[in-house]
C-alpha cells in the first residue's frame, strides 16, 4: 500500500507576518519570525536553537514560547511542545495563544474533554476583567483555535470554520484566516476540493508573494489525483518562493504520481539541499522513497537517522514497520508496528490501516478487520482499497454476511459506485439476508433500470420479507418488471428466475385477494414449458393439483 507522509503547512509565519505582536517592538517580531519562518520551512532542527537563544534572552515572552512549542509539534515531538505551551503559560497566563497549543496536544492525545477546557480557558481571557487582548491577538488566537479543532479525531469542521468566521469578522482580509478557513473546507468534504481552492486563491490574492496559499491549492490537485495542474501550481509558488521548501517535496510527490520518477527524485534532493543536516528532512525523503517503492533505500535512509534518534522515534518506527511490510517481513512489521502504537501520541489512518494490513497477512483477521475499520473511520486517503482487500478475503471464504457489512461500509466510506449495490445484493442474497437484499437491490436498479436479473433478486428478497401472517405480496412488481426486462436471447440463461418468477405469479393469480384463477393458471403453464428443472417442475404440479386451476383456460395476455 502506497502512503503519503503529509506536508505540514503551518499557519504561524502567515498569522505572525500579518501583524505585529502586541507590545513588542518590530525588531523583536523580526527576531521571531526568523525561526518560525524556518519552521514553515520544515526546517525544525535548524530552528531550535534560534529559539532557545531568543527564550534566553527574554524567557517571559510566552510567544516565543508557543512558536518554539508549534516547531516541535511540526516535528511530531508532541510532549516536549506540550512541556513549551505550559512553559509560555507561566511565562504570561494572561496570553491564549499558549492555552491553545495545549488544546492542539489534547486534541492530538484524543483528550478532547481536556482540550476544550484549555480553550475555554483562551477564550475565557477575551472576557476577563483588567485582560486586555488587542483585535490582532484575538485573530491569531482564532485561527490558531481552528487549527486545533482539525487535530486529532474526529475533526470538528463546524467550530473551527466558526472562529475562522470570528477572525474575518475582526479582519476581513487576514490571509491566515482564509488559508484556516481551506483546511476547515478541505476537512470538512474532502470530496470537494473548489471550496478550499476559492479559500486559498483568496489567501494568494491577498498576499501575491507569498507561495503557501499557492503551495495548499497546489495540494488540493495533487489530492484530486490532477498532477498537471498540481505541478503547475507547485512551479507558481516556487517562482514566488525560490527556497521554500515545502513546495519541493509537494511537487516531489507530484511528479511520482505522474510517473516522473527522476524528476520527483530531483526534487527531493533540492528539498534536502535546503534542509541540510535537518533529520525531520530524511525523514521525509525516507517517506518519498517509501511511496516511490524504493523500500530498501528507505531502510537505509531510516538507519541513517536511527543514529542520530535510536530506535525508539515514532516516526522512525512508524515508516520502518511501512517499508518491513511492503517487503514481505510481516512479523518484523508487526514487531515494529505494535512498539509504535504503544509510544506514538499521534496515531493516523495510514497508520491503523498498515496495522490491519500486517494482521491480514499474518492470519489475523479479527484484529485486521478491526484495524482497518478504524482507518476507513478516520479517512484513510486508500480507504476503498483496503476496504477491498478484506473484501477479496471474505469472497474467497464465502462469508457472505461479512461481505455485506463490509459493503455498506465502503458506501459509508464515500464510494459513489453502483457496483456495491450489486455485490452487495448477490451476498445477501447467497447468505439469505432479505433485509440487505432488499436494500442493495432497490438503490441498484435506481441506476440500472435495464439489468434484468436486478429485479429477480429485487423480487426474490421482497418475497423473503412478507413473512405476515396476511401476506401483502410485495414481490409481484418488481417480478414482472424482471419478467419484462429480460431479452429474448438472455431466457436460456435465466430460465430458473424466470420459473421462480412465473411460480410467484402463479401463487399470487391464486391466493391473493386479486384472485384470477386464468392468470394462475398461464403462469402455471409458463413454469412447465420453460422445463427449467425438476424443483419448479414439481412446484407446477403441485399447483396443478388445485382442481381450479387444473380445470382453468389459461389466460391468453399474462407475460
Partial sequence: MNTRIMNFFSIAATAFASMLMPGKSQAQSAALMQPIKMTDNEQFEKATPVFKALIAKDPTNAETWFYFGENLFAAEKTDSAEVLYKKGIEANPKMPLNHIGIAKVYRAKGKNNEAQASLDAAWNLFN??????????????????????????????????????????????????????GDALFESNKLNATDPINAYKKAAELDPKSAKATARIAFMYYRAKQWDKSIMNYNTALSMEPNYAPAYSGRGDAQYYNNK???????????????????????????????????????????????????????????KAYNLYEKGQYAEALEIMNKFMKTATKINAVDYGYLGQIHGKLGNEAERDANIEKAAKMDHPNKLALIDEVLVSYKEKKNYPKQVWWYK?????????????????????????????????????????????????????????????????????????????????????????????????????????TKDVPMSRCYVDKVVTLNASEEWNAAAANMMKIKEVASATPAPECK
Avoid: C, H
Wanted: charge should be neutral; avoid cysteine.
Fill in 409 to 513: 461500509k465502503r458506501r459509508e466510506s464515500g464510494s459513489t459506485d453502483a457496483n456495491d449495490w450489486y455485490y452487495m445484493g448477490l451476498a445477501a442474497y447467497y447468505g439469505d439476508m432479505y433485509g440487505a437484499a432488499d436494500t442493495a437491490w432497490t438503490e441498484y436498479t435506481k441506476v440500472q433500470t435495464e439489468f434484468a436479473p436486478a429485479y429477480y433478486y429485487l423480487g426474490w428478497a421482497k418475497d423473503g420479507l412478507d413473512k405476515a401472517d396476511v401476506k401483502t405480496w410485495a414481490a409481484k412488481d418488481s417480478y414482472q418488471m424482471f419478467i419484462t426486462k429480460v431479452k429474448p436471447e438472455e431466457t436460456a440463461k435465466m430460465n430458473k428466475k424466470l420459473a421462480e418468477a412465473y411460480y410467484f405469479l402463479a401463487r399470487y393469480y391464486y391466493y391473493s385477494d
Fill in 261 to 319: 520518477l527522476e524528476e520527483g527524485l530531483k526534487d527531493y534532493e533540492k528539498y534536502l539541499e535546503l534542509n541540510k543536516g535537518n533529520i525531520s528532512a530524511r525523514k521525509r525523503y525516507a517517506g518519498f522513497l517509501n511511496v516511490a517503492k524504493k523500500y530498501d533505500e528507505s531502510l537505509n535512509e531510516i538507519k541513517e537517522i536511527e543514529k542520530a534518534l535510536g530506535t525508539n522515534d515514532p516516526s522512525t518506527m512508524r515508516l
Fill in 128 to 181: 476577563e476583567k483588567g485582560v486586555k487582548i488587542k483585535d490582532e491577538m484575538k485573530v491569531r488566537a482564532y485561527v490558531e483555535g481552528a487549527d486545533a479543532w482539525l487535530e486529532g479525531e474526529p475533526k470538528n469542521t463546524s467550530k473551527a470554520l466558526e472562529l475562522v468566521g470570528k477572525a474575518l469578522a475582526i479582519d476581513e482580509n487576514n490571509v491566515a484566516a482564509y488559508i484556516a478557513k
